[in-house]
């Protein structure tokens, strides 16, 4: 399979879509079944005539029910992007070749509906046996090496007479560029069943360069859902995915969302996965060398295990715009799919997208054996054994920060690095919340932030290391540091900086329940005081909030980096939904240092919003 490990870097070739034969998949034939699949990379292709040559382009009408997922972006190169689309069932023909026209947008607030492919239009041609029913009718096209760099794209696909949706994408800067601006759109945790997609339709009218996804882009579960039409009744009829279809049937569900397609038509993507994707607090069996978890009928069965990831990683590459190294002939999982790289945006900045699940040993068990609860501090934590991100995505991602010369280091990762106790107030004392996050890595947490402050140390100055962070259904701003554990260099204790390597913004779910909501507390515990207290308890988180969904913007320039936090009703089905900006903090270039930014807990809906004296306002105006 065409991969480019070389330098999992903005010149990749992406390895992209599954081609699973009906025949191995969800059967019990087990794993090597799929080992006889063959797969595809995404369909490079070559500019045609510029009029398009022939009738392939002749467009009778825009159609959404041929495309009913809509158009998406991601995986931006300075020269392009893949670009991606699905065609319906009902719609395909065998012998049909897809076209794709791809022309410079205006400017970067022309909406996509003004997309003019009259003039200046680049024409490809997708063959026919490019677009098949083994794919799920799904298409994948590379632009990469055919555009412009630092240039917003409007592209649409054709078939058949039949125009797409018009996306937009965005390609990266050169490397030796110096934008004045990067701006991305965070999320995370679109859980279906639990809300509507309101945030994604504001992300949408953001004036960003990227969306960031940091994982739970889907979650494995089918059920009736909390509010009216987002039930979702998986084809398998469990209750959880167990086959390649649940897993199609669920990626389907989620981007036939007219709200979730608004955001995806209009910003290109970039991702990192989670563990719903696949499968709940999930981890890898580094003794017996399958995946595991507690949370699944196939937990302990390394074949059925082996074949649920397979099967799952197939409809992730063929519904995600993703720009991974994927291979779905390999044998081993670790040579099938390879997630993590990195976006340079010219001399401003620098992405780094890790994965957090597939190469993670167990995090450490409490004494009844569970791994995912709140749990006493455990020894365990510290094992040197025990890693998140595995050696060798270890050593590229500290080497990544360290080498980078971009101002600004952004760390796209999926669950919390910082310590978080919460408050648990009887006998036992603290509880580390969850050692499904860093918290259960210690060790190793403590090794990438020891280099890393060696580094810093070593220049004389902060390494500009901002931490995006999703999965935990609240929202974060707080510091990263070498050691959680020594009190007396926490703040407000003097000295507390000195342990300081960056900070660390979370992202809440955009739809899923709040982990406040999803939290037995006391009945009688007031939200705040929940909040006040883990504040109190972890000195070096600024702020959290446990009880609201919703978004986060991050805005990077030379002299700082701006976080915004939106709160956006996730109970009405609405682009409009009511959005509140939440808070704001700023971190100065140079400096590992949050500083809130004044009035930015003024309420501001999305019909009223009025600028006030805070940046973080003319965000919250986008609409
Ligand atoms: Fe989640």
Wanted: aromatic content about 10%; charged content about 25%.
């Amino acid at each position: 399979m065409p991969t480019n490990t070389s330098e999992r870097g903005e010149e990749s070739t992406a390895t992209r879509r599954a081609v699973l034969e009906a025949a191995g998949a969800g059967s019990a034939v087990g794993a090597m079944a799929t080992l006889f699949s063959t797969g595809a990379a995404a369909t490079d292709v070559d500019p045609e005539p510029a009029s398009g040559g022939d009738d392939l382009f002749d467009v009778e009408r825009t159609a959404r029910a041929v495309f009913p997922q809509s158009v998406a972006s991601g995986g931006p190169t300075p020269a392009g992007a893949i670009v991606w689309t699905r065609i319906d069932e009902a719609a395909y023909e065998a012998n049909e070749p897809v076209g794709l026209q791809v022309t410079p947008a205006p400017d970067d607030s022309t909406p996509n509906e003004a997309a003019d492919f009259s003039t200046d239009t680049q024409h490809f041609r997708v063959p026919a046996a490019e677009l098949a029913p083994g794919d799920d009718y799904t298409l994948s096209v590379d632009l990469d090496g055919e555009l412009d760099a630092d240039r917003f794209y409007f592209y649409r696909f054709v078939f058949d007479g039949d125009a797409s949706p018009v996306g937009r994408l965005r390609t990266l800067p050169e490397p030796d560029a110096d934008p004045d601006r990067l701006k991305l759109a965070c999320a995370s945790c679109n859980r279906y069943e639990q809300g509507y997609y309101g945030a994604f339709a504001h992300m949408a009218r953001e004036d960003a360069d990227y969306i960031v996804h940091l994982g739970d882009f889907i979650y494995e579960y089918g059920g009736s859902g909390d509010f009216p039409g987002r039930g979702i009744q998986l084809p398998s009829g469990k209750g959880v995915a167990h086959t390649l279809e649940d897993f199609r049937h669920l990626h389907r569900t989620y981007r036939g969302d007219e709200l979730m397609q608004s955001a995806l038509e209009r910003h290109t993507f970039v991702m990192t996965w989670d563990d719903h994707e696949i499968v709940n607090n999930r981890w890898w069996n580094y003794e017996e060398g399958y995946p595991n978890t507690t949370s699944h009928p196939y937990g302990d069965d390394p074949e059925k295990m082996r074949q649920l990831y397979v099967e799952g990683i197939a409809a992730l590459v063929e519904y995600l715009p993703f720009r991974v190294d994927y291979d779905p002939d390999a044998e081993e999982l670790f040579d099938r799919f390879e997630l993590y790289r990195r976006f340079r945006f010219g001399g401003l900045a620098e992405i780094l997208m890790t994965d957090e699940r597939l190469y993670r040993s167990p995090p450490p068990e409490d004494e009844f054996g569970q791994r995912d609860t709140a749990t006493p501090p455990s020894r365990e934590a510290d094992d040197p054994d025990r890693t998140m991100l595995g050696t060798e995505q270890r050593e590229w991602f500290v080497d990544g920060v360290t080498s980078s010369p971009a101002t600004w280091k952004i760390w796209g990762n999926s669950v919390l690095n910082a310590a978080l106790k919460t408050t648990n107030l009887g006998e036992q004392g603290s509880f580390y919340l969850n050692y499904d996050a860093w918290d259960g890595y210690e060790y190793e947490r403590q090794l990438i932030m020891g280099e890393l402050k060696r580094e810093a140390r070593s220049r004389g100055q902060a390494l500009n290391l901002v931490t995006l962070t999703g999965d935990m259904h609240a929202y974060v701003a707080g510091y990263l540091k070498t050691d959680y554990r020594e009190p007396e260099r926490q703040a407000p204790f003097p000295g507390a900086e000195k342990s300081r390597v960056g900070v660390e913004f979370m992202s809440p779910g955009v739809s899923s329940d709040s982990l406040g909501e999803a939290s037995p507390t006391p009945a009688d515990l007031e939200e705040d005081a929940v909040e006040a207290a883990v504040e109190s308890q972890n000195p070096h988180i600024e702020w959290f909030n446990w009880s609201r969904s919703g978004y986060t913007t991050i805005e990077f320039t030379d002299d700082g980096a701006v976080y915004t936090a939106y709160e956006v009703d996730r109970s009405v089905d609405a682009a409009d939904a009511s959005k509140r900006l939440l808070r704001a903090y700023r971190v100065p270039e140079g400096e590992v240092e949050l500083q809130e930014l004044s009035g930015s807990r003024t309420d501001v809906t999305s019909a009223t919003s009025s600028a006030t004296d805070v940046d973080a306002t003319e965000e919250a105006s986008d609409d």
